[in-house]
């Protein structure tokens, strides 16, 4: 199965700072999703996208749907140290059947206290 | 909130041996499925099923099966387990293929 790009591969931040990972895709997508996964656990879903050029927010997370339906962005503000583990973007591919989504190989998110 | 449980979070086995990994959610989704997830490689769908007793393969198929006999319960099995299928395994479930939502996984081990 195809996969999402996503980048960058790992993130070594100071807390406090701001974060910002993205998934671009030749495909059309009609729905992308973020997850985080702590170690040791399954991915738990952060915000979900259906609409072209939608952006949503969850607390310190803000994702959006890229109007081109190719890409989609997760900016996290001011990192805690909570914030550390692996972000997935997965996305849905538009006329795709019903082969569930399509996964980014994931973001490691290291936060430096 | 959304409930999917997995029978075990470790597993060891030896090679050979006939495995069963057990998947239940409580939300009366319709769409189940299982992944795995190695270093590297990210998530790779293993199989799915979108109604009772009905199945589908993912990616990669080879070396497993499924059984869904029940709405709430999809299960995976390894006839003869071996060292490549080491890995942590993910069931998840789903209202539609849009959103899913995960269990905590399953660490096997293959000796």
Redesign the interface.
Known sequence: ?Q?LNQSPQSMFIQEGEDVSMNCTSSSIFN?W?W?KQDP??????LI?L?KAGELTSNGRLTAQFGITRKDSFLNISASIPSDVGIY?C?G?RAGGG????T????THLIIQP | DVKVTQSSRYLVKRTGEKVFLECVQDMDHENMFWYRQDPGLGLRLIYFSYDVKMKEKGDIPEGYSVSREKKERFSLILESASTNQTSMYLCASSTSVQTQYFGPGTRLLVL
């Open positions: 199965g996969q729905t999703l997850y040791g656990e399954g991915p738990v879903l979900a259906y997935f997965a849905r019903a082969d569930g989504l996964f980014g190989k994931g």
